[in-house]
């Protein structure tokens, strides 16, 4: 499985991006993908992930409210819209993808696959 990122870029504070994740070479159903960040000098923390078969979805407290994740059956995309940009939020942004429950949605461990990242800047 294959997963590839994109619409990062360099965005004012306040502004918007839409991230998108496809993932090809997939055989499977998959049962969750979410999002992380990692900031330089800094752990990869959790953003905000989906629960496919429910729709069911998550969010860190740090971008509830401003951050919406999605997915498309038939285009075997996430997608996450950000919204109200900060600053804090700029990080390489990186999507996850497994194929049964391994753990909390939170938790790196829990997914099988990864993305190779795309980079989000927000200036101030």
């Known amino acids: 499985v294959q997963l590839q990122a994109s619409g990062g870029g360099l965005v004012q504070a306040g502004g918007s991006l839409r991230l998108s994740c496809a993932a090809s070479?997939?055989?499977?159903?998959?049962?969750?993908m979410g999002w992380f960040r990692q900031a330089p000098g800094k752990e990869r923390e959790f953003v905000a992930a989906?629960?496919?078969?429910?729709?069911?979805?998550y969010y860190a407290d740090s971008v509830k409210g401003r951050f919406t994740i999605s997915r498309d059956n038939t285009k075997n995309a996430v997608y996450m819209q950000m919204n109200s940009l900060r600053p804090e939020d700029t990080a390489g942004y990186y999507c996850?993808?497994?194929?049964?429950?391994?753990?909390?949605?939170?938790?790196?461990?829990?997914?099988?696959?990864w993305g190779q990242g795309t980079q989000v800047t927000v200036s101030s």
């Open positions: 996850a993808e497994t194929a049964y429950y391994r753990g909390p949605y939170y938790d790196t461990r829990s997914y099988v696959y």
């Open positions: 070479g997939r055989t499977f159903s998959s049962y969750a």
């Open positions: 989906i629960v496919w078969i429910s729709n069911q979805t």
